[in-house]
């Protein structure tokens, strides 16, 4: 039996290989959805970006969901300085033409999570928690619910991304962050610590690249695009691949090692608001409540991504 997951996403090329590569593994995953939020860039172009990649996946039946165009309580932050105009800059992919459903994302969550078996269902947010932290306000109820909470976001040693102290999507909406790492939901996190280990080095995109399939084609031109960005930030080997941990993880968890801490999120911080402060060392007497990866066998990873994406 495939697991249920729910895919919570702000594309962003990133997200968008995460998606094909749960589109690429039916055997184990079903995605029953696909809800959009506004982050790396506006929810127009985000829940764009989503039916574009589901076409590419020939996965037009895939139902897509916008939801929240705004963080609870601050202004929107976009990244186009990363993603570029569109958010999936890179490729040359054509219009969707697939209809984006009528629902809100956060009404199919909660509807969603009622209706499947208890403790059937996983969510990963490759975003901002914006939808996931108002469906929990719109229904408690939910939260038992829900086997997993699998999300890209926060970082530990690796710092900041967006500011010195937070990465991009915590930051994003820190007060959603901090609805869902207190919900008692299980939760395990693919922060910087981890996505600052898969590593889009040359050979790696000439492996999609070498595909020689559409979805290879696509996947080599967006870790392109990423790369300028990412060489200058970091003067790195290659662009990082955040999200495609969540849905790696999800078939290859012995491919992720990490340690289950407390992590609370700042919300307050004078420099460091959107900061996830994961207990790592174990001292501050807190309950732990989130799984913290920290390594990744990066080659593994890169072997799996590429034999999945040529299954599309
Ligand atoms: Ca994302």
New binding site residues.
Partial sequence: MPRKIIID??P?Q??AVAILLALASPDELEVLGITAVA??VPLALTERNARIVCELAGRSDMPVFAGCDRPLRRKLVTAEHVHGKTGLDGPDLPDPTMPLQEAHAVDFLVDTLRREPEGSVTLCP??PLTNIAAALGKAPEIAPRIAEIVL?GGAYFEVGNITPAAEF?IYVDPEAADIVFKSGIPITVMPLDVTHKALVTRPRNEAFRALGTPVGEAVAAMTDFFERFDREKYGSAGAPLH?PCVTAYLLRPDLFAGRHVNVEIETEGRFTTGMTVADWWGVSGRAPNATFMGDLDSDAFFALLTDRLGRL
């Fill in positions: 996403t702000d962003g990133d997200d982050g790396n490759l975003g890209m999507n999200d």
